[in-house]
């Protein structure tokens, strides 16, 4: 039986040579192999927190789509994904579970500083 490999990482932009996520639109990428010849696409399921065992569906993907971006999540919270491939005969067994937590974004600088 052929399985994905499931890895992820966090979108982010360099701030002052550090990564982080924009405060706005915290997102977790995934990818993986596809090793099936025959899907009609892929289910990607999510669960939130260590440990998690509650997954559900998040996004279906198209034949050959190996990569998904996760977005509008929470910041500074852990996500744990699977992916299966799937078609007319049904489902294959799931991927493994790969999680990733997303950065927190820095604070905005304070302004309008005096000296008096």
């Known amino acids: 039986m052929k399985r994905a490999i499931l890895t992820f990482s966090a979108l982010a932009f360099l701030l002052f040579a550090a990564s982080v996520v924009h405060a706005q639109a915290a997102s977790l990428?995934?990818?993986?192999?596809d090793n099936a010849s025959n899907e009609t696409g892929f289910?990607?399921?999510?669960?939130?927190?260590?440990?998690?065992?509650?997954?559900?569906?998040?996004?279906?993907l198209?034949?050959?789509?190996?990569t998904?971006?996760?977005?509008g999540l929470l910041e500074g919270t852990m996500y744990c994904y699977r992916v299966r491939a799937v078609n007319t005969g049904g489902a294959s067994a799931y991927s493994n579970t790969s999680c990733g937590t997303t950065a927190v974004a820095v604070p905005a600088a304070p302004s309008n500083l005096l000296v008096k």
């Open 68 to 71: 998904y971006v996760d977005s």
């Open 29 to 33: 990428s995934l990818s993986f192999t």
């Open 43 to 60: 289910d990607v399921e999510r669960c939130q927190g260590s440990g998690c065992s509650g997954f559900a569906k998040v996004a279906g």
């Open 62 to 66: 198209g034949v050959n789509v190996t």
